[in-house]
């Protein structure tokens, strides 16, 4: 490299930094103090809101809780949460989901349930959330719209209809971006969801209001879907863990007006969660039935012998330079799985065009079954110039961040040649790097969740999870504590396509290891 270019390279992260920091500042200023969710109102509450869905099921197949308790608990907890995040679009679902649990806690008591039964209801009477751009039948199906605030699915989506299927009970429906394609959950209809651990920061998105409501003790899980890290950056900014499949595991059906037989696309449906153990039973039940013996979720993990790697950056001068704190974090995985090993190294490790990675996304999206102009139009094709005007003027129905979805759709595309050949040798190298018996650490983002409006301004740095949408591989967003701001730290945890299992093993060791989840209040002792 010339001394011209790291001069320029030195220039560019100056210019991020002081950037990062004026932001900061002037946010921070216009936004007020900083403010975060309520303690639950005794100790017996939050041990009870904080366990574990697994914990949950358990205890009440065992009788030790009551479905109608926690359900009860999880409801009243969104009304009195909820005036501070925002998240919820439809519900709670009070009446109707203690009716339910009613139902299972007295055929519970009657021994009515057989260990079969146990088995193909592994969530029996555990209270979940899922986001509003999933149908749930006859719930507000808003997709964040102005045009659709009435509308109400007629069905369960695919996934909705598993988690039922598997004794779940659904309590609410939470907010997102227009049509999903934004990284701050901000509509012109709900409005903005706020982060649990500082109001006044963003919970990211799509799936923003689900990993508000996961982290503030408002659900026992979350369903959220992802195409550019909107299951991954929600859960990364509100400290839960969120697990991205692998390509075409999951039915897409029902979720933001897919059909499930789309073949070519980006988008996939996960679980969300306090509790790294809740992931790998969540996709068991949401696993098509002709992939369950290509993925092997039930086959143990053996993580020593496992092989390690990392990448410690992705090469994008539109990013923001990986921060400190961030740094310190791949530092400790790396020592920690090295402990783990006998001292074999975690390799660091290089792929090709991963500067590339907000071009190759940008095209991909452009190769999705889905117009995005036709949805956030809710079927009338919009102008992007327009609706600018209209903006400017205070009268338009769309967030400006919808608007810019408009506008980049009338910019130049991207060189179809060149994204495609980026793509191929990418996700070629990544495939021959890990095997079947590979692990990749990656970066979850430059730095922790920012303040509200910040992504209007920088929002580059969301390439650090959509890579792996574009390349079609499993990841899981792994929660690391927290920075000296009291925001959630994070990693990702990458394998090969169908792998999953090996990205699930690894989230249950680093929570085993680090802790996992820490809650945005006090705790009661």
């Known amino acids: 490299m010339s001394v011209w270019n790291r001069i320029l390279d030195a220039l560019i992260v100056l210019a991020h930094i002081l950037s990062d920091r004026l932001l900061e500042c002037v946010l921070g200023w216009f936004l007020g103090p900083h403010k975060r969710v309520s303690t639950p109102p005794s100790v017996e ?120 299927k598997s004794g779940a009970i659904i309590i609410a429906t939470s907010n997102v971006p227009e049509v999903n394609k934004w990284i701050e959950s901000r509509n012109m209809l709900i409005g903005c969801t706020n982060n649990p651990y500082d109001l006044r920061r963003s919970v990211g998105g799509s799936s923003g209001g689900e990993a508000a409501l996961i982290a503030s003790c408002c659900t026992g899980f979350g369903l959220g879907t992802d195409i550019g890290g909107s299951i991954r950056i929600p859960a990364f900014n509100c400290g839960v863990f969120g697990h991205k499949p692998s390509a075409g595991a999951v039915n897409m059906a029902g979720c933001t007006f897919r059909t499930g037989k789309e073949k070519e696309t ?100 452009s190769q999705e079954p889905a117009n995005f102009n036709l949805l956030l139009g809710n079927g009338v094709e919009l102008n992007p110039f327009v609706e600018l005007f209209k903006k400017l003027l205070g009268q338009s129905d769309y967030s400006m961040a919808a608007i810019y979805g408009l506008i980049d759709g009338v910019l130049p595309k991207e060189s179809e040649k060149l994204i495609r050949d980026a793509t191929k040798k990418c996700k070629q190298a990544l495939h021959e790097l890990l095997g079947d018996d590979g692990v990749l650490f990656f970066h979850s983002a430059p730095r922790t969740a920012p303040f509200h409006f910040y992504p209007l301004v920088k929002f580059n740095d969301f390439a650090y999870f959509s890579l792996f949408n574009v390349l079609r591989l499993p990841a899981t967003q792994v929660p690391m504590g927290l920075d000296a701001n009291g925001m959630p730290l994070g990693i990702q945890v990458v394998a090969n396509a169908n792998n999953d299992r090996l990205c699930l093993a690894v989230a249950e060791e680093l929570e085993r290891a680090f802790g996992g989840w820490v809650p945005p209040f006090p705790l009661r002792n």
């Not at 090469?315 to 790396?334: A, F, H, L, S, W």
């Open 45 to 164: 509450q939050q041990v009870l809101l904080t366990k574990s869905a697994v914990e949950l099921a358990q205890q009440i197949r065992e009788r030790k809780l009551k479905s109608y308790d926690i359900v009860k608990a999880y409801c009243e907890r969104i009304e009195v949460v909820n005036r501070d995040i925002n998240a919820v679009v439809d519900g709670p679902f009070q009446q109707e989901a203690l009716e339910q649990a009613k139902r299972i806690d007295a055929k519970l008591l009657n021994n009515e349930y057989t260990e079969e039964d146990f088995r193909l209801q592994p969530f029996l009477g555990v209270p979940f959330t899922t986001k509003d751009s999933t149908s749930v039948a006859g719930k507000l199906h808003t997709m964040g719209l102005l045009a659709r605030k009435t509308e109400r699915s007629a069905e369960d989506a695919e996934c909705v209809r598993l988690m039922k």
């Open 266 to 365: 980006m988008v996939c449906a996960g679980p969300m969660s306090r509790s790294a153990k809740d992931l790998l039973p969540i996709m068991q039940v949401l696993l098509e039935p002709e992939l369950k013996s290509v993925l092997k979720l039930d086959q143990k993990v053996d993580l020593k012998r496992l092989r390690y790697f990392y990448i410690a950056s992705n090469g994008m001068p539109q990013c923001n330079p990986i921060n400190t704190e961030t740094e310190r974090v791949m530092y400790k995985v790396r020592k920690h799985f090295e402990s783990l090993n006998d001292g074999k190294d975690v390799r660091h490790a290089n792929l090709p065009n991963t500067k590339l990675t907000g071009k190759m996304w940008r095209y991909w999206m």
